[in-house]
């Protein structure tokens, strides 16, 4: 078996545990022993948009893939938060249009990897740990319609998925 891991930060995340603590493609890789090989493609600060990059680069050889996309369209958007509106409608109105054009991108990505015809598991983003309350109640509350989003691709063609928010 050779998995390849694909997507973001979720994955490549060496740079976000201890110096002595194994990162996911590590840890992957001592749970599945010296037979079996993973490879990961996932690159910090990636954005959904950026997958097929990662897809091109996708060895030969491989069985499986592991992807996670997703968590740094969100950020790349949190901005809007602060977008002034009059009324609780019009904010609604903006987050929907926001995890429309997600969807879209999402739903390209997701394209670009069931054409590889190789089993695939897919995670949704986990919720964020930020400082600030309210910003974290309101990243939280945006992040479950990217999720919502995410969750419905790839229901839609019968994908594994693993909802990191419950991991």
Known sequence: MHIVLLGDSVIDNKAYVKVDEPDVPVQLQALLGDAHQVTSLAIDGSMTADIGKQLDKIPEDATHLVVSMGGNDLLDRISYVEYPVHSTMEAMIVMSNLSEQFRKQYHEALQGILKLGLPTIVCTVYNPRLEDHNVQTVAVTAL??????????????GLPLIDLRSV
């Open 144 to 157: 479950q319609t990217f999720n919502d989003c995410i969750m419905q691709e790839v229901a839609q063609v």
